[in-house]
């Protein structure tokens, strides 16, 4: 039965310029390209196409263009050609549209309405070429004031402060599980957050045993619904755990990674049989309420010993300030908070492009509230869903988080291109996929290079912003909105973001 | 009473609150004090977060038994606010209301507990004029309570049953217990004690469990996702939802299903927690046609969310989960004692031995009355 | 062998002193707190300890929760009143035998041993299980099984001797359930196995197919079927001898076999 649905994408071949090599054929999983011998010239089947520009890129003589199919329908502001396309393909098949990675609808991203201070005359900027600019911040929960105690010169401390995660650099890998990326990515992320001074997070999927002794110590684990890969070896040899409740691409339902994806190697760090579906439900069945969570918060900390930093990892959505202070109320050290355009595996399209808030507003109502509370110390704020460049990190900082995790971001570093199919597993960079002979086309040297590089970039131009500001102290920053304004936007957006207009 | 600054819009808001409940009561109607139930609570202390805490207590006022119990709280920042409160509604009693008896509640050192607000009861019956002479009693006083609650600044009615008081603040419901004298000052043949985990800091003393109106007191442990549908289906029933917490609308709805439209707690607790359309599907007839009407009637009264609560009422204690049981409850009975409880151990620790222990199923009351009707688990089943 | 009282840990200071093993040491729980009685356990099996037995216990959380070592110690702990919430959760292969009613949160991913309650245990028992056994005299609450898993030859063991509630064997992806349902009282627990895609459950007695998820298919024994619960009857038998339970008795009654349709029940939920 043919579908109704037209290929999002045109191919545009340069026949003079193709010299038949077959690379492109080689190059795509899902079979876009095909030689005719009897032609002696490539076609393409453009309804296969994914848009991912991996042949465009390979292609030794550039002589494709692959971009997306001008629309044929009637321009209509309402029944957009996506929603129309979607509604023809549930038709079809009565199921569920599924989609991959972030937010990709217009909703206002205000990163790009915040402008930043630089100092001039009376507080003058500071080189951050030649002056030392310090980013390392700690990550966990800090006591509201220090015992100490002074013997012979020596100034012993009394309190005792719970465990905290040292950073270099305020950006950390965000959660993405062995099993929804390949293994090569997986171990990139690893090792260029070992390299680089910072973390990696390893998602639901756990953390496979080779892995454990080296990279163990740069690791957050993930306690996620499904628990899989959970035991207590796995909880103790991390830096920290972290409990996720939910995540910004589809708040309040679970994941579902389909069978296709469970390799052998997946099945064994998950513990499931290969090929069953892993599926995480919705909700952690042991919390239904704040209690349970603090519940669970507290059987892991007894479970590794009181030793590492918890972490909880929520969604933003309404309200959620008032939950998370409870969250942190309950014991958590860490709160990660996931916004609107966070990224995911797999998401029905619905869930990802309309629950949730942007996280720009969440950041800076979180900070107010706990500061409200009087308990802002009592733990970390990491901000993600959306982070694109280093400006949107030092304006995450400044409106109240501490570090930041990035998600799309490595991943865009590592070749990816937002094509949004990584459920089909045919991830032609090699990065969402488990197909040896795909995941093998990603170089872990090289990606964690790639990881390394972008990390360096970024940490330099958030010195020079740093710097620009008159400040040379990540700590100087955080929480300090006097260094925002904001542009173009409504007086609410302003208060709840407790910035002043530009000009004032 | 904390009232939220003026938002340009009016914007309302709710608590969400977690917690741990705990109800003990005497079948045969002995009375006992508060002591047990406050060591009980407080072996849950970790359920909670000291900001909440609350009782309520069933027969502690024999000698006013014919009474209603007005308790009272006056709030504010300065002394002066909660004195000015308590002259307003001195006022407004006075003209609606015949006050045989009234004094502070007594209490302990006001330096143990965060900010306590002026607490006081009256002992008063209604005295009815003109359009009103045709209400009731208990429409009367709920007409008025609402009234105050809303319209007289810094002043709130918590408790206004005959013969039944709450008692609740801010602080760990042991704290509360201690504050009040409730080991020393008072038998009840029912106590119910709520434990709170509030996520809104602005914890104020209002906002405790238990929520009551008349003689109905509700704890609660859980979260009500369907509070917007729910308030706005009371509110056209005369309820103001004013204490920005979910848990009023429960006691509210219990007020309004079984005392005014007279509907037995089976049939209320089948509006509030109603099985699903599949199991009603597969009934008889009868119970199938009973089912889907209070469905289609009464769907803006369901509760959806966790929940496990503990309404109590005179010469009632009745315990009742979500649909799905997403929260706990345990029921014991150890023999005239009947027992509910989010923990089993604090059970325990009051009573090591116990007859008969169970948790009941989702959506079904466990429902326990004095004297001539028993109690068991599973259904309710009346004798004659 | 060394008796120790709770007396913090000058016992086993002095025990080691004098280069005696310990064995069994009794701690009187009353009044203890979650973290320092969990702190103690944590010392005594740091020193050694291969037996404890805890009196009095009211409702402290996570007994055994702290009781990792990357050497794989085991330890035997005796729980005589009411345990808390999340009994032995994460365990890492220690035994636990519970003289009373066990709560919520019983083996909560539980990786390897075994626990042993003599009495009943409430909701969420076993949730995430991925090793191990646990033994129920008598009926478990809602959520039973939730997820439990397993892999190759690591598979967890539930057996509860009476009946069970709501949402029994939810999702689950591995491991065995035994339901023996010897009070003879009828299985009213609905929703069993919603959304099972792995493992099975064993149930003596009967269901209506509408008490189970659309996943579950309802079958008769095999002759591997009846080799298992013929093994872990007997265990069951075993660890409570006071119900002076007949094996030939028990393995008399009807039992069904629940097992899900396929692996992957959610196949068709998405349009790709």
């Known amino acids: ?504 | 009473m904390v009232r939220k600054r003026r938002a340009r819009r009016p914007l309302y808001s709710k608590e969400i609150c977690a917690c741990s409940i705990f109800g003990a009561m005497n079948r045969e109607g002995e009375r006992f004090t508060g002591e047990g139930v406050i060591k009980a609570i407080a072996n849950m202390h970790v359920r909670g977060n000291g900001l909440g805490g609350g009782f309520a207590a069933y027969g502690i006022y024999p000698e006013y038994k014919d009474y209603y119990a007005l308790h009272l709280m006056f709030t504010g920042r300065s002394w002066e606010d909660k004195r000015s409160a308590k002259q307003d509604f001195d006022a407004f009693l006075c003209e609606n209301f015949d006050v045989v008896y009234d004094e502070e509640i007594p209490h302990g050192d006001e330096t143990t507990v965060s900010d306590p607000p002026l607490v006081w009861r009256y002992f008063a019956m209604p005295n009815k004029r003109g359009e009103e002479s045709r209400l009731s009693d208990e429409d009367y006083v709920v007409s008025k309570v609402m009234w105050v609650n809303t319209k007289i600044e810094n002043a709130y009615v918590f408790s206004s049953g005959k013969n039944m008081g709450c008692f609740k603040g801010v602080g760990y419901p042991e704290e509360i217990g201690e504050y009040f004298m409730l080991d020393r000052l008072y038998r009840a043949y029912t106590w119910t004690v709520h434990g709170r985990f509030p996520t809104n800091t602005q914890a104020w003393w209002g906002g405790a469990h238990p929520f009551s109106l008349l003689d109905t007191t509700v704890v609660h442990n859980g979260e009500i996702s369907s509070y917007g549908t729910n308030r706005w289906y009371l509110e056209m029933y005369g309820y103001a939802c004013t204490l920005q917490t979910d848990t009023e609308v429960i006691a509210y709805a219990a007020d309004l299903l079984m005392r005014r439209q007279h509907l037995p707690i089976e049939i209320a607790a089948k509006i509030l927690a109603p099985p699903i359309w599949n199991s009603i599907d597969r009934m008889n007839e009868t119970e199938k046609k009973l089912l889907t009407t209070l469905r289609m009637v009464y769907g803006p009264l369901l509760m959806n969310g966790p929940f496990s609560i503990i309404i109590g009422q005179t010469g009632k204690m009745i315990g009742l989960t979500d649909r799905i049981r997403l929260r706990p409850l345990t029921a014991a009975t150890r023999g005239d004692m009947f027992y509910l409880s989010s923990e089993e151990a604090s059970i325990r620790l009051i009573s090591p031995e116990l007859d008969c222990v169970w948790t009941p199923n989702g959506g079904e009351p466990v429902v326990g009355e004095l004297k001539s009707i028993r109690m068991v688990k599973d259904e309710v089943i009346r004798l004659s | 062998m060394a008796k120790a009282h709770s007396a913090k840990s000058q016992p086993v200071k002095a025990a080691q002193a004098y280069g005696e093993r310990i064995d069994t040491v009794e701690i009187d729980a009353t009044g203890i707190e979650t973290k320092e009685l969990n702190d103690r356990l944590r010392d005594l099996m740091q020193a050694g300890a291969v037996k404890v037995v805890l009196r009095n216990v009211c409702g402290q959380r996570y007994i055994g929760t702290r009781l990792y070592s990357p050497e794989r110690k085991k330890m035997d702990i005796e729980i005589f009143g009411t345990p808390g919430n999340d009994l032995a959760a994460f365990l890492f292969g220690h035994k636990i035998r519970v003289h009373g009613n066990a709560q919520d949160g019983v083996g909560n991913t539980m990786d390897a041993g075994e626990i042993v309650v003599e009495g009943r245990a409430g909701d969420v028992l076993g949730f995430s299980m991925r090793g191990g056994k646990i033994f129920v005299r008598d009926s478990v609450g809602y959520r039973t099984a939730l997820h439990m898993k397993e892999y190759e030859d690591k598979r967890p063991v539930l057996v509860i001797g009476g009946t069970s509630q709501d949402f029994l064997g939810e999702y689950m992806a591995g491991g065995i359930v035994i339901l023996l349902g010897l009070d003879n009282k009828p299985h009213k627990g609905n929703f069993l196995g919603t959304g099972m895609h792995g493992g099975v459950i064993y149930l003596r007695g009967s269901v209506d197919k509408t008490q189970v998820g659309s996943q579950v298919e309802i079958s008769p024994l095999d002759e591997m079927d009846k080799e298992i619960i013929d093994r872990y009857v007997s265990e069951f038998i075993e660890r409570f001898p006071d119900l002076k339970l007949n094996k030939e008795e028990v393995l008399k009654g009807d039992f069904i076999r629940l097992s899900p349709r396929s692996k992957r029940p959610y196949g068709k939920l998405y349009a790709y």
């Open chain 1, 1 to 504: 039965m043919k579908s109704f649905v037209f290929p999002e994408f045109q191919i545009i071949r340069d026949e003079e310029k193709c010299g038949q090599c077959r690379g492109c054929e080689r190059q795509c999983a899902f079979g876009t390209h095909r030689y005719d011998p009897v032609q002696d010239r490539l076609i393409s089947d453009e309804y296969k196409c994914a848009g991912c520009q991996r042949c465009v890129v390979f292609c030794p003589k550039d002589a494709i263009i692959v971009r997306p199919t001008p629309s044929f329908y009637r321009p209509n502001a309402s029944w957009s050609r996506e929603k129309l396309e979607d509604l023809k393909k549930q038709a079809e098949t009565g199921g569920v549209i599924l989609t991959g990675c972030g937010n990709d609808k217009p909703f206002r991203i205000y990163w790009d309405h915040i402008v930043l201070n630089a100092s001039q005359v009376t507080n003058p900027s500071i080189d951050p070429l030649r002056e030392p600019m310090e980013l390392r911040t700690f990550l966990g929960s800090k006591p509201d004031l220090i015992d100490m105690k002074a013997k012979n010169g020596d100034v012993e401390i009394e309190t005792k402060i719970g465990p905290n995660l040292m950073v270099e650099t305020p950006i950390l890998f965000s959660a993405m599980s062995y099993g929804a990326i390949s293994y090569n990515a997986f171990r990139s992320l690893a090792t260029a957050a070992c390299k680089s001074g910072t973390f990696f997070n390893t998602g639901e999927g756990g953390l496979p045993k080779e892995m454990r002794d080296e990279f163990g110590k740069c690791a957050i684990v993930q306690v996620a619904s499904g628990r899989f890969g959970i035991d207590a070896e796995y909880l103790n040899c991390a830096a920290a755990v972290e409990i996720k409740v939910g995540q910004g691409a589809k708040p309040g339902i679970g994941g579902h990674l389909p069978g296709e994806k469970v390799s052998p190697a997946v099945a064994a760090t998950r513990m499931i049989p290969a090929g069953t579906d892993a599926i995480s439900p919705a909700p952690h069945h042991d919390i239904y309420s704040i209690e349970d969570l603090s519940m669970l918060i507290y059987a892991l900390k007894e479970a590794t010993n009181y030793e590492k930093p918890i972490s909880v990892k929520i969604a933003a959505v309404h309200n959620f300030a008032a939950i998370a202070s409870g969250i942190v109320r309950a014991g958590a050290d860490i709160i990660a908070i996931d916004g609107l355009r966070g990224g995911t595996g797999a998401a029905p399209k619905v869930i990802r492009d309309n629950v949730g808030i942007p996280i720009e507003l969440a950041i800076s109502s979180l900070d107010q509230r706990l500061r409200n509370e009087g308990i802002r110390n009592r733990a970390s704020i990491i901000a993600a869903g959306g982070i694109r460049c280093s400006a949107d990190v030092i304006k995450a900082i400044a409106l109240g988080a501490d570090a930041v995790y990035i998600g799309s971001a490595a991943l865009i570093a590592m070749g990816c291109n937002l094509c949004q199919k990584c459920y089909t597993g045919k991830c032609n960079w090699g990065i969402c996929t488990q197909d040896p002979r795909l995941s093998g086309r990603l170089n872990i040297e090289i990606a964690s290079q790639r990881l390394s590089n972008l990390i360096h970039a970024w940490s330099h131009e958030i010195s020079e912003m740093l710097g620009g500001m008159g400040i040379n102290a990540l700590e100087s920053l955080r929480g300090n909105r006097d260094h925002l304004r904001g542009i173009g936007l409504y007086e609410w957006e302003l208060e709840v973001l407790g910035i002043k207009g530009a000009g004032e």
